[in-house]
């Protein structure tokens, strides 16, 4: 595909696209795509040495050439897309591995990178890529015979219009709890961000809702074809259900009643499991075949990563808003340890609001919490923990900014049939210092500490 909007990446002969995004403005690579053989630009100000197309808005200009030039080719996949605060990479993952399994050609997009038939083929930069990135996966997936491409598709995607001209043939949403407030301002904005994905529907597409989550109505749109899910009536009602400590058990009501095993922990996984049961089914596949294959499933890495250090558990997961973190040390709760130990902290330059929240749920919910760094950024790691105790009343808890420290003194608690959990980062390699990503891997240094 010879149509850029990262300048580092054109080559003799393309055609560069100066994209305005949240944080850059591709007018200032302009003459770097030049130097690099961009043969023409298009911008929305200015004249270069090289055919320039001037237009009113570069976004969308690129949504309809990359349509115009390539959406014959992708049209045949079948996209599956899954939007909502927390769950979308597990599911995704899940879905992507089952269907791996099931012997189908299949891809996934999204927070841990671009998969296709087992193989990872890179790390993504943002959970749901530009869509020129989106096109130039899709056409991998379309060169290398895919059916299915599973992804993730963020609020920050659907807001952006980086999956904008795509049909899906399956739109599912989870959950909708306090996330990126500092974009979206407040709830409403960041559900009818998400809801975009609901009319972006094949014809015969469906949508997959959680009737639980208090956010459903914005998408269960009359004119889609829905199908429910949860605790509450719903079309795949769960009617009971048991965690314990190789994973969990429900039932679920269809037309009758079916049992279902999975070695993943938690209430939260639950659902996770369910709706890919849900995709599948709607595939064709048998039940049979679903439960049999569930039992082979892991979670995605950094997601309720268990490691067993002589009678204790360390858990390593990507929980990082108030209703994961929730969610997270209930789960483990219902396993019945001695005690629950919680290392955690918060990004900087992201919504603030969520910090006490997050202290609170971590002292409330645990019998013991640290307080520490967490892509820190451009705040001060001090500033991000005093907003995170401000207010607290409770007093069971300690702050070590440095994290290797915090997770070394999480350890030196545990004791017997003890859990600590480490939250915040789960599958991410780095640190954010400042504008320095730096090497750090949390569960590298737990192995490397026991």
């Known amino acids: 595909m010879n149509i850029k909007t990262d300048s580092r990446k054109v080559k003799k002969g393309d055609t560069f696209v100066a994209l305005k995004t949240l944080n850059n403005d591709g007018h200032e690579y302009v003459e770097e795509a030049i130097l690099n053989g961009a043969e023409t630009v298009v ?3 200015g004249l270069y040495s090289v055919n320039t197309l001037v237009v009113n808005d570069t976004k969308t200009y690129l949504i309809h050439i990359l349509k115009e030039r390539y959406y014959d080719q992708i049209k045949h996949l079948k996209l599956i897309g899954m939007t909502g605060t927390n769950g979308k990479t597990t599911t995704c993952y899940l879905i992507y591995e089952a269907l791996c399994k099931l012997n189908k050609k299949v891809a996934y997009i999204g927070t841990i990178g671009f998969y296709a038939n087992g193989d990872k083929i890179k790390e993504l930069n943002n959970t749901t890529p530009e869509i020129n990135e989106m096109y130039e996966m899709l056409l991998y997936c379309t060169e290398n015979n895919i059916e299915y ?25 989870s959950n909708l709890t306090k996330d990126h407030l500092d974009y979206h301002l407040d709830m409403k904005s960041y559900a009818l961000a998400k809801q975009k994905l609901f009319s972006m529907l094949k014809e015969n597409g469906k949508a997959i809702v959680n009737v639980d989550d208090d956010y459903k109505n914005y998408f269960l749109l009359k004119e889609n074809n829905n199908i429910t899910y949860g605790f509450l009536e719903s079309d795949y009602q769960i009617i009971d259900y048991n965690i314990h400590t190789s994973g969990s058990k429900f039932k679920i009501k269809v037309k009758q009643e079916i049992e279902l095993e999975s070695p993943l922990l938690g209430k939260h996984n639950v659902y996770n499991i369910l709706v890919m049961t849900i ?28 490691i067993i250090y002589n009678t204790n558990r360390i858990i390593i997961d990507y929980a990082h808003t108030p209703d994961a973190v929730k969610n997270v040390i209930n789960a483990v709760k219902e396993l019945n340890p001695n005690h629950i130990y919680t290392i955690i902290g918060c990004g900087g330059n992201r919504d603030k609001t969520k910090r006490p929240e997050m202290a609170k749920i971590a002292t409330d919910l645990s019998d013991y919490a640290i307080f520490t ?11 991000i923990i ?65």
């Open 43 to 45: 911008v929305e100000h």
């Open 149 to 173: 491409v599973v992804m993730e598709v963020s609020s920050h995607a659907l807001s952006m219009r980086r999956v904008e001209g795509l049909e899906f043939d399956y739109a599912i949403f």
């Open 373 to 383: 760094s967490d892509n820190p950024r451009l705040e001060d790691p001090n500033d």
């Open 386 to 450: 005093d907003d995170m105790i401000k207010n607290l009343q409770n007093t069971n808890y300690e702050t070590i900014v440095n994290r290797k420290n915090a997770i070394i003194k999480g350890i030196q608690k545990l004791e017997n049939n003890d859990i600590l959990l480490v939250l915040g980062k789960g599958h991410e390699t780095y640190q954010i210092i400042g504008k320095e990503k730096l090497e750090f891997d949390d569960k590298q240094t737990v192995l490397e500490i026991i």
């Open 279 to 306: 995709v599948l089914l709607n595939e064709g596949f048998m039940i049979e075949q679903v439960k049999s294959l569930m039992l082979e499933l892991k979670a995605p890495t950094g997601r309720m990563d268990t």
